[in-house]
């Protein structure tokens, strides 16, 4: 009788979750292309160099095309980075090395900074960690 209980507990997950799966696959949405506007305005940028020093820029415009997290990254700043091809990974930030990381209005994409379009009135933010 133990066996034919653990059987169909067993077998109700594993209905659950591959039930679980396909209704996430009907109904997820593949999110929006990330298209890049030809010009932003308003745009504030913060470096947390995590020494007590913040370089802060505001109410600057982008444009031509350049308007990634990325490229307001390198309008005020001497940026040392990598492409990979695939992204692009900063090395260091006006001298300081390490491990840096940004935000877009406090929040984390999940894509690199040289494809992230920033909109007008965005704020970006990097931090070395």
Request: proline content about 2%; charged content about 20%; hydrophobic content about 45%.
């Amino acid at each position: 009788m133990r066996k034919k209980v653990k059987f169909i507990i067993i077998a109700l997950v594993g209905i659950s979750a591959f039930a679980s799966l396909i209704i996430f696959t009907i109904l997820y949405e593949k999110p929006e292309t990330l298209e890049t506007l030809e010009s932003v305005e308003d745009i504030s940028l913060f470096v947390d160099y995590n020494n007590g020093t913040i370089k802060t820029r505001t109410n600057f415009t982008l444009d031509n095309g350049k308007t990634t997290a990325f490229d307001a990254l390198e309008k005020w700043c001497i940026i040392i980075y990598d492409d990979f091809g695939w992204g692009i990974i900063v090395r260091a930030i006006d001298g300081v090395s390490g491990s840096w990381i940004y935000m877009i209005n406090s929040f984390s994409p999940s894509v690199g900074a040289s494809v992230y379009p920033l909109k007008s009135g965005d704020l970006v933010t990097w931090q070395l960690v």
